[in-house]
């Protein structure tokens, strides 16, 4: 079946250096790809998302890689700061319907 | 902004009952789903709806029913429920209009089954 996951269940950065966290998908079809921030007692937030045709797509502070080739993506954070603490995912869409297959999740903690 | 309003936060219910969850969005979006996320797996989908009075199967849809009888409410049913339930729950929508739209989540309720 699909699959999708993070190779870092955690992630423990500076304030103010760069995080990068990573994700694999085994469905070479999928063609569409988010990232998403759930802090505690919240529900996952929308953070960026980016297409097949795309290799590169960057938001304010964040920046999302595409590599089709080795199915892998990853999101950049540029200046971690304390706020940006959270459970980061990833999520594939597979191409039979509106439906993602969602990563674990990798938790980012920022340090002082 | 996109609402997704979840009824309850946390819920605490005995083995055997009939749970109710519900969910509400704002976007007039098709498509409705409820998740499950538990530490360690990432969320799994129980049911989705694309329609008013449509439902589909997700992953784990056993033990679970849905009801969508309005277009901005999406019901999850645990018909009785057990201890193996207790989990986040997750409600989610997205809109069709156009291709490889992100689903936007509610912020969960958190059940416990005793």
């Known amino acids: 079946g699909e699959s999708v996951g993070l190779h870092l269940p955690t992630l423990s950065v500076q304030e103010g250096d760069n995080s990068i966290i990573n994700c694999a998908y085994s469905n070479s079809a999928s063609d569409y790809f988010i990232w998403y921030k759930q802090e505690s007692g919240k529900g996952p937030q929308f953070i960026i998302d980016?297409?097949?045709?795309?290799d590169k797509r960057q938001g304010q502070r964040v920046t999302v890689l595409l590599n089709k080739t080795v199915k892998h993506l990853s999101l950049q954070i540029a200046a971690t700061q304390p706020g940006d603490s959270a459970v980061y995912f990833c999520?594939?869409?597979?191409?039979?319907?509106?439906?993602?297959?969602f990563g674990p999740g990798t938790r980012l903690s920022v340090l002082p | 902004d996109v609402k997704v309003t979840q009824s309850s936060r946390y819920l605490v219910k005995r083995t055997g009952e009939k749970v109710f969850l519900e969910c509400v969005q704002d976007?007039?979006?098709?498509?409705m789903f409820w998740y499950r996320q538990d530490p360690g797996l990432g969320l799994r989908l129980i049911y989705f709806?694309?329609?008013?009075?449509?439902?589909e199967k997700g992953d784990i849809p056993e033990g679970y029913s849905v009801s969508r009888e309005k277009k901005e409410r999406f019901s999850l049913i645990l018909e009785s429920a057990s201890t193996n339930q207790t989990s986040m729950y997750l409600c989610?929508?997205?809109?069709?209009?156009?291709?490889?739209?992100?689903?936007?989540f509610g912020d969960g309720t958190r059940l416990s089954i005793l």
């Open positions: 989610a929508s997205s809109s069709i209009r156009t291709v490889n739209q992100p689903q936007h």
């Open positions: 976007m007039d979006h098709e498509n």
């Open positions: 709806s694309y329609d008013v009075k449509m439902k």
């Open positions: 980016i297409r097949s045709n795309m």
């Open positions: 999520a594939a869409l597979y191409n039979y319907g509106q439906n993602f297959v």
